[in-house]
């Protein structure tokens, strides 16, 4: 099977450099990268400058694309967005469904129905398998019906990338789907759901667990998508599978695995730009302890309380997780004490590169300085990447030699 890749909401192609990284044979055929409200697409532009550019589509509105012109491929993955991913009727009595305008969800789903790739692997924020609030396991429930309807067995696992050896501690969710029709559906399904996820599945062999604990069971049988999203509920734990539409989770522990420190990652001989001479106690009110007596909009009277995080950051520890708002005010930012000048600084967009598991400079391709930082927070941990495309790789050449036989 060629290992052929369309990749959505590319970023600065994370998901392709892992994979490259762990096979050179990794064709990617057609990506799609869309930053909305921006001029200027920074982050599709930097993509380009280490790959190429494949044709005039890949930095517009990918709800614009029209899906069947683009190029066949075996593999689809992309980083999309935790939205709400509620479904209504496009017209009375119509028996049709469409997401919320602007929910890119359904850009995947529409990928999966026009170019019927055989495997798919997908990356979201772990709190996917608990949204919405009010209706707990709602949007994971639509996303594991959309691909039971086309065809697909899932597995999924919230992977702590700090747990398995990289320098962030960076909880995210990622699904595997393999088609039914694939010799990998057909092997693995040699076992129970249970032994799927704990041994035999993708993510268990790729991210070996110590432990787990009950597990639990349901169907997502409905008529049509519209009652997944007016009816299910369920309590995802952080590994599962589904096939044909039976749905088995649990919670298991990683067999952990040696991170890397922020001492690690550091550079030397940091510019003066980044070190922190003023608003040193309004850092420290930041990241301190807080109750605070807040009146909500119904004039509900409520304490907002929060924990305190470490003033500076622990260089004896992988850094925390990174968010789009890396190096402002603000109290997700990390302040570190550099080891050779003692003072207190931000990390460097180098730092937050490496942090991520980036080429050096990766996102130094003209961009505005903060840009840069932005573009890492919304990465992923390439080296989480490269070990899922080494077990990819696997199952791509037994398919071949299955197809060869």
Not at 197 to 211: E, P, Y
Request: with cysteine; glycine share 6%; proline share 4%.
């Amino acid at each position: 099977m060629k290992k052929t890749v369309c990749e959505m909401f590319a970023g600065v192609g994370g998901f392709r450099l892992g994979l490259e990284r762990a096979s050179k044979y990794w064709q990617t055929v057609w990506f799609s990268q869309w930053e909305p409200g921006r001029k200027k697409q920074w982050a599709h532009d930097c993509y380009v400058s280490h790959f190429g550019d494949i044709d005039e589509f890949t930095g517009i509105d990918v709800t614009l694309v029209d899906k069947e012109k683009v190029p066949d491929h075996n593999l689809l993955v992309g980083g999309f967005p935790c939205q709400d991913y509620s479904v209504a009727r496009p017209l009375p009595g119509s028996t049709g469904i469409e997401g919320k305008k602007g929910v890119l969800w359904w850009q995947i789903r529409d990928m999966l129905s026009a170019k019927k790739a055989p495997f798919v692997l997908l990356e979201n924020v772990d709190r996917l398998l608990k949204s919405p609030a009010k209706q707990r396991g709602r949007d994971m429930g639509v996303i594991l019906a959309c691909l039971a309807e086309l065809g697909y067995n899932v597995e999924w696992r919230v992977i702590n990338a700090a747990e398995y050896g990289a320098a962030q501690r960076r909880r995210r969710v990622f699904i595997f789907a393999a088609h039914s029709s694939t010799k990998y559906n057909e092997r693995v399904n040699k076992y129970s759901d249970e032994s799927i996820i704990l041994k035999h599945g993708f993510f268990a062999s790729t991210f070996l667990v110590d432990s787990h604990k009950e597990f639990s069971s349901t169907l997502v049988d409905y008529d049509d998508i519209l009652e997944v999203s007016d009816s299910f509920a369920f309590k995802f734990k952080n590994a599962g599978y589904m096939v044909n539409g039976k749905i088995t989770t649990t919670e298991v522990s990683p067999i952990f695995e040696e991170p890397i420190h922020i001492s690690q990652i550091l550079q030397k001989d940091v510019p003066e730009d980044y070190y922190l001479d003023e608003n040193i106690e309004k850092w420290m009110y930041l990241k301190g302890a807080k109750k605070i007596e807040r009146t909500s909009k119904s004039s509900h009277t409520y304490t907002f309380s929060e924990g305190p995080i470490a003033f500076p950051d622990r260089l004896d520890r992988p850094a925390r997780t990174m968010l789009t708002s890396e190096s402002s005010l603000n109290r997700s930012t990390h302040v570190i004490e550099d080891p050779q000048t003692k003072r207190l600084r931000l990390i460097t967009p180098v730092e937050a590169e490496r942090i991520q598991g980036f080429d050096d400079e990766w996102t130094n391709t003209g961009m505005p300085h903060r840009f840069r930082y932005f573009c890492m927070g919304n990465a992923l941990v390439v080296p989480m990447v490269t070990r899922m495309g080494l077990e990819l790789h696997k199952i791509f050449e037994k398919e071949s030699l299955c197809e060869e036989n």
